[in-house]
């Protein structure tokens, strides 16, 4: 069956820090793969998204890139701010069945 | 437009009584989900609709909770009796098959928090 893993938190960062979630995924078949991000009291909300090998997703300074070799999708942002502070969730979705979803990385960005 | 549309935002109820979630997907959108999320559990599938039509519900948790899709427009998801363990936050999304570039891309209401006490 399919699965995603994605690293554990919770991630502790200074403003302005390099930020990288690790997601790794197991698929049957070619899944689209997502970040979602979930801030506190507040429902998921779609971050970016890829739909093949070597495609790029990016959104308010997010990105990442679908490798398939490496079956990984990890999410990286140049510069965090406190905004950010939130839950991420790295998910796949193959053709039009549901989400299969990683854990959840908390990301507490302090000032 | 807007986007998936849950009601109540928050309920807090007593052990033994019936929960009813309600539900309103993007217009359009013919795949509705139900999803859980608990700290324990994390996010869970509970029961998806092609079209109105229930496709899997082998993550309904038993017998205390149904599911329905009367139209297009309109789910609700009803624990009857709750339970502190049911507990959670329940999420409705939907998806569009024919939405062209995110045609398989979900979208999430904010959730119905739920407390059994």
């Known amino acids: 069956g399919n699965s995603v893993t994605q690293m554990e938190g919770p991630v502790t960062l200074s403003e302005e820090a390099f930020l990288t979630i690790n997601c790794t995924y197991t698929?049957?078949?070619?899944?689209?793969l997502f970040w979602y991000v979930q801030y506190p009291g507040e429902g998921l909300q779609l971050l970016l998204k890829?739909?093949?090998?070597?495609d790029k997703g990016s959104n308010k300074g997010f990105e990442a890139t679908y490798r398939k070799e490496t079956t990984s999708f990890h999410l990286e942002k140049g510069s965090v701010q406190v905004s950010d502070s939130a839950v991420y969730f790295c998910?796949?979705?193959?053709?039009?069945?549901?989400?299969?979803f990683g854990k959840g990385t908390m990301l507490l960005v302090s000032p | 437009d807007a986007g998936v549309i849950q009601s109540p935002r928050h309920e807090v109820t007593e052990m033994g009584q019936e929960v009813t979630l309600r539900c309103k997907p993007i217009?359009?959108?013919?795949?509705l989900f139900w999803y859980r999320q608990t700290m324990m559990r994390g996010l869970e599938l509970l029961i998806y609709?092609?079209?109105?039509?229930?496709?899997?519900d082998s993550g309904m948790p038993e017998d205390r909770f149904s599911a329905k899709m009367p139209n297009a427009s309109f789910s609700t998801l009803k624990i009857q009796p709750s339970e502190p363990r049911d507990s959670a936050v329940y999420f409705c999304?939907?998806?569009?098959?024919?939405?062209?570039?995110?045609?398989?891309?979900?979208?999430f209401g904010e959730g119905s928090w739920l407390t059994v006490v």
């Open positions: 999304a939907s998806s569009s098959l024919w939405d062209g570039d995110s045609g398989n891309t979900i979208y």
């Open positions: 698929a049957t078949g070619y899944p689209s």
């Open positions: 890829a739909t093949k090998a070597d």
């Open positions: 998910a796949l979705r193959e053709g039009y069945s549901t989400l299969t």
């Open positions: 217009s359009g959108h013919d795949y």
């Open positions: 609709f092609n079209n109105n039509v229930p496709i899997d």
